[in-house]
């Protein structure tokens, strides 16, 4: 049992995802599960074991997705979704805690080799060449080289456990396919989407005292549209967590985008940039990157992705099956509303 594990998580390593969790991500100063700002001190929101599970622990996975919400939702609705990704965000902690503690009770190990292997494409997906690079990289960020790599470990024995225990067996009939697509044709409609760069100036930000004339100014510097001239000034003067990717937040559903964004970009074609949006909190400035217009699937054009869609459903139901299996026999506490 013991090769066997290791085996599947040599090829999770090799052809899977890098990992169930993200290890490596920016949390700005967040107030308990509920959202807020500017606070000191980062609380326990949970324990298994015995184990506490912090706020931190949970933005490490939540805090590229949470830096998108402001995009499309606002005020009461915002706090509401915020909270929801949170509380996602830390069962999934709690699930791979409870995992990990599987492992251990069994006593698995991971050769060294197939750890350096996880490493090193751990340091490809961060675009640098090996891991003396990815140390130099994680420091630079504050990131401590040692806890990172007992965290990438830690990760790597949970891929390979929830491979062996979850995945494996798992298919999916041409007819299974063919049947899901005839009942459900309309989720085989994509809707019309959006792919935005944003620069956020907060109105008791870095720019208050000037935030007028840096806005007008870079209104008159955008009138031609030019796409480096918003990546340089985005990485200038944008107070918004998406810094890091100039802006951009990624593709969003057309009908997903917050009103008072919506009625300014739908007007505009790619490569316009939109601005400044004034809200009661920041200035905005948008630059339309993309469209993607409205697409109807035939069931041949559908059938790959429903065929994936199944086969993630079946393991789901085997994993949430694992999953419950492990907290019957856990302590698990919970210190959030």
């Not at 062996?164 to 396919?177: A, G, K, Q």
């Not at 970009?265 to 990157?289: M, S």
Request: charged content about 30%.
């Amino acid at each position: 049992m013991r090769k066997y594990v290791l085996l599947i998580f040599l090829s999770v390593v090799l052809f899977g995802p890098l990992c169930r969790t993200q290890l490596f991500a920016t949390a700005g100063n967040f107030k308990g599960i509920t959202g807020g700002s500017n606070v000191e001190h980062i609380g326990i929101l949970a324990t298994v074991n015995g184990e506490p599970i912090t706020l931190l622990d949970v933005l490490k996975i939540c805090s590229y997705e949470e830096a998108r919400l402001p995009y499309m939702y606002q005020g009461r609705k915002l706090d509401v979704e915020v909270k929801k990704l949170r509380m996602a965000a830390l069962e999934k902690v709690i699930e791979n805690k409870l995992v990990y503690t599987y492992f251990k009770s069994r006593k698995f190990d991971l050769p060294k080799n197939y750890i350096q292997m996880y490493l090193d494409k751990i340091a490809e997906s961060y675009n640098v060449n090996d891991q003396k690079s990815l140390k130099e990289m994680l420091e630079s960020k504050g990131r401590n080289y040692e806890e990172f790599k007992k965290e990438a470990y830690q990760n790597a024995a949970v891929n390979a456990i929830v491979g062996e225990m979850c995945y494996r067996n798992i298919y999916v009939t041409p007819r299974e396919v063919y049947k899901y697509y005839k009942k459900n044709r309309e989720n085989f409609v994509t809707p019309d989407q959006i792919k935005v760069q944003v620069l956020k100036l907060k109105k008791d930000g870095m720019h208050k005292k000037n935030l007028d004339t840096l806005a007008d100014s870079l209104a008159a510097t955008f009138r031609e549209g030019d796409k480096q001239s918003f990546n340089d000034a985005v990485l200038m003067y944008s107070e918004g967590p998406e810094v890091k990717n100039e802006g951009n937040i990624g593709w969003i559903d057309k009908n997903k985008i917050r009103d008072d964004f919506a009625d300014s970009v739908t007007k505009h074609q790619v490569g316009d940039i939109i601005g400044p949006i004034k809200t009661t909190k920041a200035y905005y400035f948008l630059r339309l990157d993309d469209k993607k217009d409205k697409i109807v699937q035939s069931f041949t054009d559908a059938k790959k992705r429903i065929r994936k869609k199944l086969l993630q459903q079946k393991k789901e139901k085997k994993y949430t099956e694992f999953i419950n299996s492990l907290r019957k026999k856990a302590s698990i506490k919970y210190f959030v509303n």
